[in-house]
């Protein structure tokens, strides 16, 4: 089960069946299956606090990923934050949904195993990433 919360922040408007079957065919593709994902969306100040308690980082970020997975199934509780997906559209001059869509695969990607803590790695990810959002059907 997919669920998206709202924490300090106004839940955006996503067509969820849209998102969740994406999700579903994105984490397919690497033998996984969909668990219970919650991803919820937050302020900087929240994801801050987070990047804080959990990870001992005293950085903003656009996405904590906590993963429960088991097996082939994979779960997690997915931090998103939104006023740094607004500014990272800016910065990387696309829409604010498209930013939020990479952000949201993201995270999957991460629960499929997928890492991004070098420059390679990091590349690589943006490739997939790429990859998974060209499966995305409007």
Known sequence: MIQFIA????????????INRWIKETAASYG??????AYIFCSDNRILEVNKQFLNHDFFTDI???DN????RIS?????SLDTVKSNAEEFNVSYEQELKRIIIHGILHLCGQDDKTPELRKEMTAKEDLALGMYRE
């Open 64 to 66: 904590i990923t906590f």
């Open 7 to 18: 924490e300090e922040v106004e839940l955006p408007i996503l067509p969820k069946q849209k």
């Open 76 to 80: 997690g509780e997915l931090f998103i």
């Open 69 to 72: 997975s088991e097996g082939s």
């Open 32 to 37: 996984k299956s969909i668990g219970e994902i």
